[in-house]
């Protein structure tokens, strides 16, 4: 069983920067492929960035390269997303997700976070 806790989010303001950490219990957390998603009010969980097991390849989506950097400290069993550049757009409840594939498909990631909001206004 993983537990994994979310913190960072809040209230910014368009063009300003939150970085999120999730802390994760329970397992051997330098192998697991850890991600971030997000979900819009009214819209489905989408695929935010990803970062492989160990060192930590990572992926991000289109919307947010160039602006959002994951990474992990497997010291710490954390993962963090630094979001800068932040978009009204950005507005969502992020997921932390544990999975075993480098993936950005929800079934791919078995354990989810309770998620933290983040609203960016214009």
């Known amino acids: 069983q993983v537990q994994l806790v979310e913190s960072g989010g809040g209230l910014v303001q368009a063009g300003g920067s939150l970085r999120l950490s999730c802390a994760a219990s329970?397992?051997?957390?330098?192998?697991?492929?850890m991600a971030w998603f997000r979900q819009a009010p009214g819209k489905e969980r989408e695929f935010v960035a990803a970062?492989?097991?160990?060192?930590?390849?990572?992926y991000a989506a289109e919307s947010v390269k160039g602006r959002f950097t994951i990474s992990r400290d497997n010291a710490k069993n954390t993962v963090y997303l630094q979001m800068n550049s932040l978009k009204p757009e950005d507005t969502a409840v992020y997921y932390c997700?544990?999975?075993?594939?480098?993936?950005?498909?929800?079934?791919?990631?078995?354990?989810w976070g309770q998620g933290t909001q983040v609203t960016v206004s214009s």
């Open positions: 997700a544990v999975g075993g594939l480098f993936s950005q498909r929800r079934d791919d990631y078995g354990y």
């Open positions: 329970g397992r051997t957390f330098s192998s697991f492929v």
């Open positions: 970062i492989n097991r160990g060192a930590g390849g990572t």
